[in-house]
């Protein structure tokens, strides 16, 4: 089983602040994926990566995939108080499906 | 569309009580999935199923049964809860080939 390490577990940060989270594998990803999920509700997938050093970009966040496949991370710009919510990242293949522990992000206004 | 749906939203249960969590997607995915979500531990996968009639464990199976009887409704069944299955549970759907994973609402579920 692929273990993934996010990090930071928790962040606090001002509107308009810029903020990165990583997830880190010891094995290569076969694909990548980030998802957001905002209190009581299920994970939305934001953007799926697949080729080493892709850079994918969903308004003011930006997400890049590491070249040897390893790691990623998810770039927010200007954070807003909308960005609040658990940012997950998930590895494998549909059948049994790797997910990191999260980080939680709040955003005061 | 409805998506994925999931029903009961809140669930209090005692201990060795049983009960079915339902889900049902319309979405024509062959692949559904049931995690569980407690604090700090992320999502983890308890059964899988990739078609009609074909079911699978995850990570956590102990104690909860699925069955597929058709493609678009995958129950989680509860044989006997226990507070170790206070926890949110999260239904997921999928198309084949595809990496992306469409969520339920979830199921709030306590057990005293």
């Known amino acids: 089983t692929q273990l993934l390490e996010q990090s930071p577990q928790f962040l606090s940060i001002q509107e308009g602040e810029n903020l990165t989270v990583y997830c880190n594998s010891s094995?290569?990803?076969?694909?990548l994926q980030w998802y957001r999920q905002e209190p009581g509700e299920g994970p939305v997938l934001l953007v799926t990566v697949v080729t080493g050093g892709e850079v994918k970009k969903l308004k003011r966040l930006t997400f890049q995939f590491g070249d040897a496949r390893k790691d990623s991370s998810l770039h927010i710009t200007a954070a807003q108080p909308g960005d609040t919510g658990l940012y997950l990242c998930k590895s494998g293949g549909s059948y049994i499906p790797t997910f990191g522990r999260g980080t939680s992000l709040i955003v005061h206004p | 569309n409805a998506g994925v749906t999931q029903t009961p939203k809140f669930q209090v249960l005692k201990t060795g009580q049983s009960m079915t969590l339902q889900c049902a997607q319309d979405m024509n995915h062959e692949y559904m999935s049931w995690y569980r979500q407690d604090p700090g531990m992320g999502l983890r996968l308890i059964h899988y199923?990739?078609?009609?009639?074909?079911?699978d464990q995850g990570e956590v199976p102990n104690g909860y049964n699925v069955s597929r009887s058709t493609t678009e409704d995958f129950p989680l069944r509860l044989l006997s809860a226990a507070p170790s299955q206070t926890s949110v549970y999260f239904c997921?759907?999928?198309?084949?080939?595809?990496?992306?994973?469409?969520f339920g609402p979830g199921t709030r579920l306590t057990v005293t």
């Open positions: 199923s990739v078609g009609a009639g074909i079911t």
């Open positions: 094995s290569v990803f076969s694909s």
């Open positions: 997921a759907s999928s198309a084949p080939g595809r990496y992306e994973q469409y």
